[in-house]
């Protein structure tokens, strides 16, 4: 290679949510992405690459890109404008990479719009198609191997994106995958339930490195492996931090292992709630989750200080007119801190799009409406604008000031933070308007056959 400096540019397009100057979320409630910053530290050394990293939820693209080879992690909501940077950029002569869960749940399709895709989890792949890109030799598709494991130590590079943008750098990552097989989450469709871990010991040294004190968690499912766990939260005891991060509900049922979470120094668990319906819950396979205990542990979470991020979603077949103000109401009554709803979404590539698929409901393949946000299949029950409305209702029901002062209230834990995470909530749910492309809301809401 010479004296010569590959230039790299590791793009993570912008989306509805978290989108520059746009975006429905202010600075308060983003942390910094771990996707481009670990891509960083995997370009082999030997290349002494010149690498720029582009959030677009923090920053515009700059208007003339100069790279000899572009890196883009996709979700199924910024597809299209992926692709469509991506035919700005080939159109250039700058050879472009596509990577991510949307690629990798259908990959054929992001074949057609990028020189090559990496498919699968790309800490093999990727320093892999970059050497061959360097040496003329770059495949069309990069597969995950079999043998896939997460034992070599790998530091994202998290200097290269600005601190400033964020409200935190110090997120990590200790496992990916999940066991379970719900059938609306892309987890078991793109990367099936085999779990993931990275080494105890590594998880610590990265966050020695960051001299992290209050830091969130992004895997999936904290307590996928009981053994592992057990040792993860013993190692955290000594650190002192103070940590966030998800777990399933049958942590409820794990109390000694709970007992460790918090003294480990968990603060807060976001919980896949999902519905208040146990034939919801069946069909979506997800049924151990129980929503006659949910209050429970609730109440066990709140005892030991740890705040509870509850998510439901809207849409699922056994859900009546009726759901939005059940749901809203048992959040309120069971004080859960931070309660979040969204509209389910048939993801392309998963169990549940096959089946809606099958049975004639998807309603749109415009992906970017594949956000949480926005219906793209019929509801079995109820109509297109019965559910747009209702998850809408759901949202203002829930963070108004009194339903915000009723949960602190019963849960009365993390004041300042319950506060501010609130209000910037609150804020959330009286905007949802800002997410809804074009005139979509009032498209359905008006004419709801118009979403097709």
Known sequence: MGRYKMKIVLISPKGPLYRYRKGIFKKSLRYAPLTLTTLAALVPDEMNADITLIDE????????????IVGMTVITGTAPRCYELAARLRARGITVVLGGPHVTLIPQEAAEHADSIVVGYAED?????????????????Y????DFNLDKPVFPDRYRLDSRKFLTMDVFEATRACIHGCDFCVVPSAWGRKPFQKPVAHVIEDIRRMKAKKLI????NLIADLNYAEELFTALIPLGVRWFGLSTTLIGRKVELLDLMAKSGCK???LGLESISKANLKQTRKTFNAPDLYGDLIDKLHMRGISVMGCFVFGLDDDQPDVFDKT???AIETAIDLPRFAIVTPFPGTELHKRLDKEGRIISRDWTLYDGQHVVFEPRNMSVADLAKGHEHAWRKTYSYSAIARRFMGARIQAPLFLASNLGYRYYAHHLHDTYNCDWFTSVTSNPKAAE
């Open 143 to 146: 597969d995950q191997s079999a």
């Open 217 to 220: 968690f992004l895997d999936l």
């Open 268 to 270: 807060g668990l976001l």
């Open 328 to 330: 809203a109401r048992f």
């Open 57 to 68: 939820s923090i920053e515009a693209l700059p208007d003339n890109i100069e790279a000899d």
């Open 125 to 141: 792949t990727w320093p892999q198609l970059l050497r061959d890109f360097a040496t003329g030799r770059m495949q069309a598709r």
